[in-house]
Each structure stands twice: as structure tokens, then as C-alpha cells.
T-cell receptor, first 114, second 110 residues
Framework: KAGVTQTPRYLIKTRGQQVTLSCSPI?????VSWYQQTPGQGLQFLFE???????NKGNFPGRFSGRQFSNSRSEMNVSTLELGDSALYLC?????????????FGPGTRLTVT | KQEVTQIPAALSVPEGENLVLNCSFT??????LQWFRQDPGKGLTSLLL?????REQTSGRLNASLDKSSGRSTLYIAASQPGDSATYLC?????????FGKGTRLSVIA
């Protein structure tokens, strides 16, 4: 069974631009969660989508948004990029609601903002 | 607010040693605890999942225990190998998805 895939794997953007990252969950998984990983803050939860609805949201500004499609694929968008948005963005999928089930992570998208 | 702490932050051991990584969390109302491995610049690989009703899980040379009442978990690695070198992260889930510790960076020296 194919794992979680994320595209693109690497991205370089300029301050002020916007970016869209994509995540395809494991087949049959309905929950997709997004995390940001930085050296200073570690791994922080961004949001979770389940059956096309945002179920949980972390403490991030409104510039960070996401959505989930009917096939469970998810995208996250960051608008008006700042230097501090440079990070590894990880997507995880689980069978059902993320709190109760094991999460499986993708390889991540490395975003560099210059 | 759930907080997860991992001690030590870094560990260097000679090949063949048995070792223990520690994880503590502040809110015992969790659904489960997961241990992950992360290689440099890569995503997370799930190692073990312990449900809140369980006390331990084993997979090969790895054994993880959970004491929910005291807010502690340990990951025991037997007969360490250079290929075990990585960052090990523990994470707990409750009403929100995973809250992570900062990790323990393990180096196993041949």
C-alpha cells in the first residue's frame, strides 16, 4: 500500500509570495493533519481535516489555511510569506479522527523563504 | 495545555549498548502515545503506538512503556546499532492531534 505522498518536496519562495502544498493520504484514510517543523519550535500542529471539514486548528495566523477534497487529498496554503515560515511541512494521515488512531507521516515539503 | 518533554536532548553510545529514552507529558488525559524516528531532513517513521489502556508495546529490539498516571513513557532500545542513529520523538494525542516533544538525538558509534 502506498504511503503518504507530499508535493513538491522542495520549494524556494520570496517574502510576500504565497505557496500551496499538497498531500495525498494513504488510500482509505479520511483524516489529514498538517504540522510545521522548525529547529526552534520543533513540531507544531497546524490543522486537521476529516471528511472535507476542518476539525482542529493549531495556534497559527490566518495566513495559514487548508482544505480537503472529496478524495481525502489535502492542500495547505500560506499567503504573504515571511522569513519565519521557512520550515519542513509535514502531512500525516490516519484512518479516522486523528486523536484515536495511529498517524502516518509523509516525507515533508521543505519550504525556504528568502 | 499539554506539554511533552524528552530527556536527554542528545545521547551518544557505543554500538551494542542497551539504552533508554525518556518522555514525560503534563496531562494524563491522552488517547495514545506514539514514538517516531526521524532521519536528518526526512519525515517521521512511526515506531510504536501505545493506546492509553496499554502498558507497553514491543517491536523487534524496541520496547515502549507507558505510565499514564505519572505522565511518563520510556523507549528501550536493545543492542544498539549505528543504523539506529536518528532523532527519536514521542508524541501524545488527546482532544487535538499529536503534541510532540523536542526529541532525543541519538548517535550510535561503531
Amino acid at each position: 500500500k502506498a504511503g503518504v505522498t507530499q508535493t513538491p518536496r522542495y520549494l524556494i519562495k520570496t517574502r510576500g509570495q504565497q505557496v500551496t502544498l499538497s498531500c495525498s493520504p494513504i488510500s482509505g484514510h479520511r483524516s489529514v493533519s498538517w504540522y510545521q517543523q522548525t529547529p526552534g519550535q520543533g513540531l507544531q500542529f497546524l490543522f486537521e481535516y476529516f471528511s472535507e471539514t476542518q476539525r482542529n486548528k493549531g495556534n497559527f495566523p490566518g495566513r495559514f489555511s487548508g482544505r480537503q477534497f472529496s478524495n481525502s487529498r489535502s492542500e495547505m496554503n500560506v499567503s504573504t510569506l515571511e522569513l519565519g515560515d521557512s520550515a519542513l511541512y509535514l502531512c500525516a494521515s490516519s484512518l479516522e479522527v486523528a486523536g484515536n488512531y495511529e498517524q502516518y507521516f509523509g516525507p515533508g515539503t521543505r519550504l525556504t523563504v528568502t | 495545555k499539554q506539554e511533552v518533554t524528552q530527556i536527554p536532548a542528545a545521547l551518544s553510545v557505543p554500538e551494542g549498548e542497551n539504552l533508554v529514552l525518556n518522555c514525560s507529558f503534563t496531562d494524563s488525559a491522552i488517547y495514545n502515545l506514539q514514538w517516531f524516528r526521524q532521519d536528518p531532513g526526512k519525515g517521521l517513521t512511526s515506531l510504536l503506538l501505545i493506546q492509553s489502556s496499554q502498558r507497553e508495546q514491543t517491536s523487534g529490539r524496541l520496547n515502549a512503556s507507558l505510565d499514564k498516571s505519572s505522565g511518563r513513557s520510556t523507549l528501550y532500545i536493545a543492542a544498539s546499532q549505528p543504523g539506529d542513529s536518528a532523532t527519536y520523538l514521542c508524541a501524545v494525542s488527546g482532544n487535538t492531534p499529536l503534541v510532540f516533544g523536542k526529541g532525543t538525538r541519538l548517535s550510535v558509534i561503531a
